[in-house]
């Protein structure tokens, strides 16, 4: 009797028969299996990186450098110390301009996806404030290509400033990067693009090779230039402004540079290959 309950009792567990309707099942409608079958793949991940990220056509590749890293003019100051040669532009005949950013990519996750994608050689220039909560987010941006880069600890406008608070600024945002990612910027940019002779000063005694500003920045309205002629040149260091509360968003900015970019007839190098 104990077998038989057992035996009437197996197709009301387990064993039972699948429910009507199951994809590839008894019961199944040959008509939803065939939809299923035959959904067609998204568009978007057939189409070539450049053709998702709104481009008309793939990025140049940048040249290999025609010459040596410029190396800018030693100065010192009035005592004889060194100071930090500052550029906004690299004197190159390459047809090439270099992206920059400024703590703005760590409010956008997929920048890493647009730097990856298109392989694009840029330089951010970080804060420890943003560093900090952001390391695991620009620790994938590095694995991808782009180059980490000094912004000062805090921010701190440093003009003005005597030599030991700017000195600790700069310093102390290597020692920081050195810690979270065993490496030491080659360049700074001061904070709202401002500095003096004191920072140029101190940039030298934290072994700064250069104060890096921009010639070119994207806005939301677009492009804007701090001097020369209103289009981009062959050398210009170009900033895309951090995520600003109205306009267009960061992937957005970045991809419209790119687009006047490719315009003018240039590609995207890397600063430090010419630097």
Same mark, same amino acid.
């Given at each position: !009797?104990?077998?038989?309950?057992?035996?009437?009792?197996?197709?009301? +567990?387990? *064993?039972?028969? @699948?429910?009507?309707?199951?994809?590839? /099942?008894?019961?199944?409608?040959?008509?939803?299996?065939?939809?299923? =079958? #035959? &959904?067609?793949?998204?568009?978007?991940? +057939?189409?070539?990186?450049?053709?998702?990220?709104? /481009? +008309?056509? @793939?990025?140049?590749?940048?040249?290999?450098? =025609?010459?040596?890293?410029?190396?800018?003019?030693?100065?010192?100051?009035?005592?004889?110390?060194?100071?930090?040669?500052?550029?906004?532009?690299?004197?190159?005949?390459?047809?090439?301009?270099?992206?920059?950013?400024?703590?703005?990519?760590? &409010?956008?996750?997929?920048?890493?996806?647009?730097? &990856?994608?298109?392989?694009?050689?840029?330089?951010?220039?970080?804060?420890?404030?943003?560093?900090?909560?952001?390391?695991?987010?620009?620790?994938?941006?590095? =694995?991808?290509?782009?180059?980490?880069?000094?912004?000062?600890?805090?921010? %701190? #406008?440093?003009?003005?400033?005597?030599?030991?608070?700017?000195?600790?600024?700069? *310093?102390?945002?290597?020692?920081?990067?050195?810690?979270?990612?065993?490496? &030491?910027?080659?360049?700074?940019?001061?904070?709202?693009?401002?500095?003096?002779? %004191? %920072?140029?000063?101190?940039?030298?005694? *934290?072994?700064?090779?250069?104060?890096?500003?921009?010639?070119?920045? !994207?806005?939301?309205?677009?492009?804007?230039?701090?001097?020369?002629?209103?289009?981009?040149?062959?050398?210009?260091?170009?900033?895309?402004?951090?995520?600003?509360?109205?306009?267009?968003?960061?992937?957005?900015? +970045?991809?419209?540079?790119?687009?006047?970019?490719?315009?003018?007839?240039? %590609?995207?190098?890397?600063?430090?290959?010419?630097?």
């Amino acid at each position: !009797m104990l077998g038989l309950a057992l035996a009437l009792a197996l197709p009301l +567990t387990g *064993c039972a028969r @699948p429910p009507a309707g199951a994809a590839g /099942l008894p019961g199944a409608h040959p008509a939803s299996v065939r939809a299923a =079958s #035959a &959904r067609p793949p998204d568009p978007a991940a +057939t189409l070539p990186p450049y053709r998702r990220w709104g /481009l +008309t056509a @793939p990025l140049t590749p940048a040249p290999a450098p =025609s010459a040596a890293p410029a190396a800018p003019p030693t100065a010192r100051d009035r005592a004889g110390r060194p100071l930090a040669p500052v550029v906004d532009r690299v004197p190159t005949r390459d047809p090439v301009v270099f992206l920059t950013f400024d703590d703005g990519a760590e &409010r956008d996750p997929r920048f890493v996806d647009l730097v &990856r994608e298109l392989r694009l050689p840029v330089s951010l220039f970080l804060t420890a404030d943003v560093t900090g909560p952001g390391y695991a987010h620009f620790a994938r941006l590095r =694995s991808v290509g782009a180059d980490l880069q000094n912004h000062t600890l805090h921010h %701190t #406008a440093l003009r003005g400033l005597p030599y030991a608070g700017q000195r600790a600024e700069i *310093c102390g945002q290597q020692d920081k990067l050195a810690a979270r990612f065993g490496l &030491r910027p080659r360049y700074l940019r001061p904070p709202y693009g401002t500095y003096d002779t %004191t %920072t140029r000063r101190a940039a030298a005694d *934290c072994r700064i090779a250069a104060l890096v500003l921009a010639r070119a920045v !994207m806005g939301p309205t677009g492009l804007t230039f701090t001097d020369g002629p209103h289009r981009l040149r062959p050398g210009d260091v170009v900033a895309v402004d951090p995520d600003l509360a109205t306009g267009p968003g960061l992937r957005e900015r +970045t991809v419209r540079l790119l687009r006047a970019v490719q315009g003018a007839g240039l %590609t995207v190098g890397r600063l430090a290959d010419r630097l």
